[in-house]
């Protein structure tokens, strides 16, 4: 009770609406499986700390799971929606089944050409590299991850060809010697020095890739780590182990059979054909010129499928995935029950979908799976779409399916989205404004929406000043309220009071803290407490004040007005930025959608005070590619260093570097029949044939070289025609 000024005791009950009740929701969160209803849900996500392991996290969190399940969730039904560890452990059995079957595939390609127990042998180098390199992969502190797994792969092919060429070399001399233990002697002094410049060429090659910067240098840090240390322990492999191997595998005296017949005679006509076609071609200077025009155009033709858009470029193509994110946005300042309204709107198309396996809703919130997500507030919401294990359809499928069944929902912001196999980034397009006059900024970006909009490839075209509405202004004027003897601050403090209301107190209990709320009735017809600031502005004006002289009304103190309200204001360089920006469809490119853009660039007629800049995914591909190309140029300058000290000659090792950029003729041509992009791992890819071509390239010119000077010292010796030809 509260003592009036005449000592009369009055209730609270007598003055005020009392309610013992919840705290206003400001979530609400729902899950469906099997196409049953939705039901309320307690949603709980939990986060790994950096360096966790998220398959340990995984596993030991299902187990708390289990555990109260008889106890604190006894009746209760628990759905795991996403589990980051199991998808971790996916990704790891399906690259340790591609590592698997690479390994397969070279032993039968070995078994095919020169034998089963050398096979056996070359396969036997790659897990022992593997063995090696993990123990350096630890001890640099570096994980087994995605990333790294992804390297061993790529290095798979480059290792193996160590242990192949002393494996074949072996083969070859045991016929001439008679004798494995001579045989492996006379391969190692012939090829050790040779394959440890090319497995260092190739090193130098992935070297420069630890300062590739930006985003998608931190993605792949990993990388050269891995390859580096597969590499330096392949040479161990091929050099130290392969011979041992070999001497305990290969018998020199062993029965033919009629395999090795066969293998013999396809060996020697092979050998026998290609010897006819490379004499004829060395011998002719017309089938020369034939072949280096031939090259030449073959060369500029590759390059001109890019140019062309032939082969697309696209750092991280769109992989499938386990799941896809619904995100509902509605304007500035939507309550959250009008937000539910469009969310079970969308769970009613949700639950005919065949192909969806659960759903989980969100209301008041966006997801954090997707970029820029994880904010609060009441005109969000985000559902995440459990797509069936067995189905007929990807998910890039599924997220188009799902827009069309979708559209029809036009009072709310839809956007369907997935995650990607790259690292975190934002929007594919991304065009900035900078300039110091907001309505400048706002007038660009308006026009540069209706333009995006209008290219084909694009959807979910937004602009950073999206979330900008009117707002309600309340000048008060601070000479009638200092003769009232109030001040602004004041003013301001019961504006706030009746309208978010004040914790008066706490009320404490052995389990809750409850608190008591205070706020003003500005609506007498409210049905829920929530409800007392649907209001209007005329009883904000006839809300009374008390001051020193008497009660006067707000609306005497105040002016009000509706104004564009900002809800943030970016910068960037000391400059006001605002930007528009969109996701691509189909087999769209950013590139492709951002060079449509600048052609109509004109049609902005942008102020004097405003510039332009282009980012997102097309700047993240232009810095990557431009540092890869540089990486890729450093790696060629080692190279030519290595080269250099292993044959003493600059003209020889530049003909075995101009071997490498006529390698796009196969690469680029493999990537325009397959339909592919040029990625990221399709460079990584490219930097590491060009490690191969090098490899086998220093073998092949070394043993040129001593051929020619074993000859020289003979009477009757080859010429270098008859060498090469040899």
């Known amino acids: 009770a509260l003592q009036s000024p005449s000592g009369t005791l009055v209730y609270l009950r007598d003055i005020a609406t ?51 399940k008889g106890s604190l969730l006894l009746g209760a039904q628990v759905v795991v929606s996403i589990d ?4 971790v452990q996916k990704d790891l059995r399906e690259l340790s089944r591609t590592g698997l079957e690479t390994v397969l595939l070279v032993m039968i390609v070995l078994f095919l050409t020169i034998g089963w127990r050398e096979a056996i042998v070359a396969g036997l180098s790659i897990p022992l590299s593997f063995v090696i390199a993990f123990i350096g992969l630890y001890a640099s502190g570096n994980t087994i991850n995605f990333i790294s797994l992804f390297s061993l792969i790529l290095a798979i092919g480059i290792l193996v060809d160590s242990g192949i060429v002393v494996a074949e070399a072996i083969h070859t001399r045991i016929k001439k010697f008679g004798n494995v233990k001579e045989a492996a002697v006379a391969s190692i002094n012939e090829y050790a020095w040779p394959l440890i410049a090319g497995t260092m060429t190739t090193v130098a090659v992935f070297f420069p890739l630890f300062f590739l910067s930006g985003t998608t240098g931190k993605f792949i840090k990993s990388i050269p780590f891995t390859i580096i240390f597969v590499l330096i322990a392949s040479i161990f492999v091929a050099l130290g182990m392969v011979p041992i191997l070999a001497t305990v595998l290969t018998k020199h005296h062993e029965k033919k059979n009629r395999f090795s017949e066969m293998q013999e005679e396809w060996f020697i006509k092979t050998q026998s054909w290609y010897k006819e076609f490379l004499g004829s071609m060395l011998a002719s200077r017309k089938y020369q010129n034939r072949f280096l025009l031939g090259i030449t155009l073959a060369f500029v033709g590759s390059i001109l499928l890019v140019s062309f858009g032939a082969v697309k470029v696209q750092l991280f193509p769109q992989d499938d995935q386990d799941f896809v994110i619904v995100t509902v946005e509605k304007p500035e300042g939507t309550p959250l029950q009008s937000t539910d309204l469009v969310v079970r709107e969308i769970e009613e198309v949700l639950y005919e979908e065949p192909y969806v396996s659960s759903f989980v809703s969100a209301v008041g919130a966006s997801s954090g799976l997707v970029d820029g997500g994880g904010g609060a507030n009441t005109k969000l919401a985000n559902i995440t779409v459990i797509l069936q294990d067995e189905r007929t359809i990807t998910s890039s499928e599924a997220v188009e399916l799902l827009r069309a069944d979708l559209a029809h929902v036009n009072d709310a912001t839809i956007k369907v989205t997935q995650g990607n196999n790259g690292p975190p980034g934002g929007k594919p397009v991304l065009i900035k404004f900078k300039g ?4 400048a900024l706002s007038l660009a970006t308006d026009k540069a929406e209706r333009i995006l909009s209008a290219i ?7 602009t950073s000043l999206r979330d900008d509405g009117t707002q309600l202004e309340i000048t008060i004027d601070r000479s009638k309220a200092s003769r009232y003897g109030i001040t602004t601050a ?8 009746a309208v978010s209301g004040v914790v008066a107190t706490t009320i404490k209990k052995q389990e809750d803290d409850i608190d008591i709320l205070v706020k003003l009735d500005l609506n007498e017809n409210f049905v829920n407490p929530e409800d007392t600031v649907k209001t209007n502005l ?7 004040i008390a001051t020193p002289t008497g009660s006067i009304l707000l609306g005497s103190l105040i002016e009000t007005g509706v104004s564009q309200s900002r809800a943030s204001i970016a910068h960037e360089d000391q400059k006001r930025i605002a930007s528009v920006s969109s996701d691509v469809k189909g087999k769209t490119t950013a590139l492709e959608v951002v060079s449509a ?23 993240e591909v232009n810095n990557t590619f431009r540092d890869m ?11 030519l260093a290595i080269l250099v000290l292993e044959f003493n000659s600059f003209r020889y090792s530049l003909y075995l570097l101009m071997a490498v950029p006529l390698s796009l003729i196969g690469v680029l041509s493999g990537l325009a029949v397959t339909g592919l992009a040029l990625s990221f791992s399709a460079m990584l890819g490219y930097i590491a044939l060009a490690g191969v071509i090098i490899n086998h390239a220093i073998i092949l010119l070394d043993s040129i070289i001593h051929r020619l000077e074993h000859e020289k010292e003979s009477p009757s010796g080859l010429n270098l025609f008859d060498i090469i030809v040899e």
Not at 436 to 439: G, M, R
Not at 490 to 497: E, G, H, K, N
Not at 629 to 637: K, R
């Open 538 to 544: 005329d009883s904000i004006k006839n809300l009374p």
């Open 18 to 68: 009392v309610v013992d009740g919840l705290e206003s929701p400001r979530t609400y969160s729902r899950v469906s499986v099997g196409g049953e209803p939705s039901e309320n849900a307690l949603t709980l996500a939990v986060y790994k700390k950096s360096g966790g392991d998220v398959t340990t996290i995984a596993e030991l969190t299902r187990a708390k799971i289990e555990e109260l």
């Open 490 to 497: 004041q003013v301001a403090q019961i504006l706030r009071t």
């Open 84 to 87: 980051g560890g199991e998808r």
């Open 456 to 462: 084909p490839g694009t959807q979910d075209v937004e």
């Open 597 to 619: 853009f600048q052609k109509k660039e004109l049609e902005l007629n942008l102020d004097t005070t405003v510039q332009i800049d282009y980012g997102g995914e097309s700047e």
């Open 436 to 439: 110091d006059d907001l309505n």
């Open 629 to 639: 190309i540089i990486a890729l140029l450093a790696g060629l300058s080692l190279m």
